[in-house]
T-cell receptor, first 112, second 116 residues
Framework: KQEVTQIPAALSVPEGENLVLNCSFT??????LQWFRQDPGKGLTSLLL?????REQTSGRLNASLDKSSGRSTLYIAASQPGDSATYLC???????????FGEGTQLTVNP | GAVVSQHPSRVICKSGTSVKIECRSL??????MFWYRQFPKQSLMLMAT?????????EQGVEKDKFLINHASLTLSTLTVTSAHPEDSSFYIC????????????FGPGTRLLVL
């Protein structure tokens, strides 16, 4: 059974700082990995999708990496802004279908 | 990306009543619908997967008679929480799929259920 862990559970940084969120998974036989953003009381917004054959994806100030063999992914946020404050969720897609297994998230606060 | 709506966005009900949550895929033919539940400070947990026109498949520990799923069309799926109890209070989120492998997964905005 796939298990996804995210570290840290919460992170508070000053505006402008670069930061890294970590995600690890127990079963390396994945189809893809997605990073999502969730604002309080809201649904999920997809940030980046990395296929199992890829090593990284970039979108603006966000960069996600994937090391499938070691079961790890990182989300790098450059020059953080208060608007980046949210919970970031990592989800692993299984090879047997569209099922996603989510981590518990990292709650990020960027202080102005 | 796909536009997914849920109704209602928030609902408060008394214990013992039933609540129906609608999920509409507005520009996306959802042959599959995933229903997730999220308790406070926890991550999303898959409850069940439904395919249009057939019975839903429930995850271990999720009572199929309590959480009734109807997926009668490619644009609408409903989740009914029957005889709701306070422990059913949670955030329910739907996510449409197209059966075959798809890329980015899209999610509805969620429904906050509070059972008193």
């Amino acid at each position: 059974k796939q298990e996804v862990t995210q570290i840290p559970a919460a992170l508070s940084v000053p505006e402008g700082e670069n930061l890294v969120l970590n995600c690890s998974f127990t079963d390396s036989a994945i189809y893809n990995l997605q990073w999502f953003r969730q604002d309080p009381g809201k649904g999920l917004t997809s940030l980046l999708l990395i296929q199992s054959s890829q090593r990284e994806q970039t979108s603006g100030r966000l960069n996600a990496s994937l090391d499938k063999s070691s079961g790890r992914s990182t989300l790098y946020i450059a020059a953080s802004q208060p608007g980046d404050s949210a919970t970031y969720l990592c989800a692993v897609g299984s090879t047997s279908g569209s099922r996603l297994t989510f981590g518990e998230g990292t709650q990020l606060t960027v202080n102005p | 990306g796909a536009v997914v709506s849920q109704h209602p966005s928030r609902v408060i009900c008394k214990s013992g009543t039933s609540v129906k949550i609608e999920c509409r895929s507005l520009d996306f033919q959802a042959t599959t619908m995933f229903w997730y539940r999220q308790f406070p400070k926890q991550s999303l947990m898959l409850m069940a997967t439904s395919n249009e026109g057939s019975k839903a498949t429930y995850e271990q520990g999720v009572e199929k008679d309590k959480f009734l799923i109807n997926h009668a069309s490619l644009t609408l799926s409903t989740l009914t929480v029957t005889s709701a109890h306070p422990e059913d209070s949670s955030f329910y989120i739907c996510s449409p799929g197209q059966g075959a492998r798809q890329e980015t997964q899209y999610f509805g905005p969620g429904t906050r259920l509070l059972v008193l």
